[in-house]
C-alpha cells in the first residue's frame, strides 16, 4: 500500500489549500481515509475522515467549518480542501487509511500512512 501527499506549501493567514492523497496498493474501497496533522513541537492530531465509497465525514475540532474531506468517485484520491487559514494550523499534514470506527484516535494501528506535505501559514 501506497499513499502520497501533495499540495502544501507556504500561505498567509485567510488564504486556501487543497491536499491530496493519491493511493494505490490495496482494496481502498473497503476502507476509510483519514487526515491528520502535526504541528511543531505538539502531538499529531485527526483532521478529518471519510469512506472511500464516500458518507458522511468525521471533523476534529480544529477542522469544523472551514476544512472539507471529499474522494474522487474513482476512490484513488482523497482531498482536503483548507480554508480561511490561521497560523496555527502550520504543521505536516498526513493521510492515512484503515477501518472508518479507528481513523478518529490518530495513535490507533491503521494500515498505511503518507510521508506527509507541510503546511505553513504565516500572519
Known amino acids: 500500500a501506497q499513499l502520497v501527499e501533495s499540495g502544501g506549501g507556504s500561505v498567509q493567514a485567510g488564504e486556501s489549500l487543497r491536499l491530496s492523497c493519491v493511493a494505490s496498493?490495496?482494496?481502498?474501497?473497503?476502507?476509510?481515509v483519514g487526515w491528520y496533522r502535526h504541528p511543531p513541537g505538539k502531538e499529531r492530531e485527526f483532521v478529518a475522515a471519510?469512506?472511500?465509497?464516500?458518507?458522511?465525514?468525521q471533523y476534529g475540532d480544529s477542522a469544523k467549518g472551514r476544512f472539507t474531506i471529499s474522494v474522487d468517485n474513482a476512490q484513488t484520491t482523497a482531498y482536503l480542501q483548507m480554508s480561511s487559514l490561521k497560523p496555527e494550523d502550520t504543521a505536516r499534514y498526513y493521510c492515512?487509511?484503515?477501518?472508518?470506527?479507528?481513523?478518529?484516535?490518530?495513535?490507533?494501528?491503521?494500515?498505511?500512512w503518507g510521508q506527509g506535505t507541510l503546511v505553513t501559514v504565516s500572519s
Open positions: 492515512a487509511v484503515g477501518p472508518m470506527e479507528l481513523l478518529a484516535d490518530p495513535f490507533n494501528p491503521l494500515d498505511a
Open positions: 471519510i469512506r472511500w465509497k464516500g458518507g458522511s465525514p
Open positions: 496498493g490495496l482494496a481502498f474501497s473497503s476502507y476509510a
